[in-house]
């Protein structure tokens, strides 16, 4: 079945349009209330949100839909995604719902859910929510006593804060260290820096002041411009991006030099396999993370299993073959010990601690690989397949000849956006970004 209202990562879209308006979002809770009311017992879920103007909206709409369907809804307010995860299996609840768009600008919205066991749906999951919205007689509303309650959550943060705090180790502290974090003006705005400050850094956040419209905003993961200016400028040791709902991080070193999810994963890899604690023989990423990555486990004899893009088919594979570790390029790291989705504070705490361990300076300890030359260009286009164009499978084959074995390219559309990624990777830049911009050409006239 084709995914309509899914994507890679939850449901998400313009707010108050298509998918994520007040009627449709009312209609994803009582069709995922329904299906996941087991037994007779008070069926509970949990709800996490970003900083998101609409985010009221969307939780109101959420909230009746579900109380509709006779669940028991707490609230929690701004949280991040992965407390959402990690909440809804401490509080025994039936279902999680974050109301996110994650890295997105604030005019979107999204909804990500997650089972009882803490983990996203699956594929499978999904598609039975969809095929109940397509067909919403089938959906049964609760009367009388069985009709939902709703309650506030009032310490969801603090629960959190404590989680986080127990999974950095407990013979270190991060005394003396100046940390920059920079928390997107979104869902952990609060909690990062004071799970930070009392593990004992010097803390200087920016990102701080959520209005509702500025969440993302030439700030966090995706534009880390702001907090190298800021390392830089305070000569902090370290700084630390998160994303909307801080599920990824992005470091910078104490030169103000940016260090992604993919030398985070090779660092974290090498450390817990010295110490004995590297499940599965290597770790799971993406198609999108960089060959050298690859090349820097397989020196170590460790080995990198690929998936496709989105952080839930990193934790599909961890969970099927046993690994520990793993994650993408952009910063969602899945650390399985302690989580079963990506979290940023958790990954930032894992690298602080073997900065600690190491007593040198970041851009020592993270300087783990020499990537490979990659270039990433997008093409927007509003309607149709162009990657089924004779000419783009032309010129695909064409490009794939050229880089030989030593090259990989990879054209996919973004799940989330009217967008299609072209990337390249191999040792000569100049032949790759040719590549890319060739590519992008054929792409762009295909999609006209």
């Known amino acids: 079945m084709g995914r309509k209202y899914f994507g890679t990562d939850g449901v998400r879209g313009k707010a108050n349009a298509g998918a994520m308006t007040a009627d449709m979002v009312l209609k994803v809770g009582l069709a995922a209330g329904n299906l996941y009311k087991r037994g007779n017992h008070r069926h509970r879920v949990v709800i996490g949100k970003d900083t998101r103007l609409s985010g009221y909206m969307i939780e109101q709409a959420l909230t009746a839909g579900l109380l ?148 993302n905003e030439k700030c966090g993961s995706t534009a880390p411009e702001a907090m190298c200016d800021k390392v830089r400028e305070l000569r902090a040791d370290i700084g630390i991006a998160l994303d909307g709902d801080a599920d990824r991080v ?28 590297l499940k599965g023989g290597g770790i799971v990423a993406t198609v999108m993370s960089n060959l050298g990555l690859e090349r820097f486990l397989a020196d170590h004899k460790l080995g990198l299993a690929r998936t496709k893009v989105g952080d839930r088919y990193v934790v599909e594979h961890m969970r099927a073959k046993g690994y520990n570790v793993g994650g993408e390029q952009s910063g969602h790291i899945v650390l399985s010990d302690f989580s079963t989705t990506g979290d940023g504070l ?27 030359p990659q270039v990433l260009k997008n093409v927007k286009f509003k309607s ?60 762009a006239k295909a999609a006209a």
């Open 68 to 215: 509709a369907a006779g669940m028991d809804v707490f609230l929690f307010g701004p949280v991040p995604t992965p407390a959402v995860a990690m909440l809804t299996r401490s509080m025994r609840a039936d279902l999680g719902v974050m109301i996110s768009a994650s890295h997105n600008p604030f005019e979107d919205n999204g909804i990500k859910i997650f089972g009882p066991d803490g983990y996203k749906l699956s594929d499978d999951q999904e598609a039975r929510i969809e095929a109940l919205l397509d067909n919403p007689a089938r959906i049964e509303l609760a009367t009388g006593e069985a009709i939902g309650r709703a309650k506030r959550i009032e310490d969801a943060q603090a629960r959190y804060i404590e989680f986080a705090k127990h999974t950095f180790p407990r013979d270190l502290n991060l005394d003396g260290l100046r940390v920059v974090i920079d928390t997107a003006h979104g869902a952990a705005y609060k909690v990062a820096p004071t799970a930070l400050w009392e593990l004992g850094a010097e803390i200087v956040q920016i990102g701080r002041d959520p209005n509702g419209t500025n969440i």
């Open 250 to 277: 992005i470091v910078a070193d104490e030169r103000g030099r940016v260090v992604d999810g993919d030398q985070l994963m090779a660092l974290i890899a090498r450390s817990w396999n010295k110490r004995g604690e």
């Open 346 to 372: 958790l990954a930032a705490f894992q690298v602080l601690a073997e900065v600690k361990r190491q007593g040198k300076p970041v851009s020592e300890v993270c300087d783990q690989f020499t990537a490979v």
């Open 384 to 443: 149709g397949a162009p990657l089924e164009d004779n000419h783009v499978k032309s010129a695909m084959a064409e490009a794939e000849a050229r880089l030989g074995k030593g090259g990989r390219l990879v054209i996919r559309p973004s799940g989330t956006e009217p967008l299609i990624r072209v990337m390249a990777e191999g040792d000569d830049e100049g032949l790759v970004r040719g590549i890319v911009e060739e590519l992008c050409g054929v792409i």
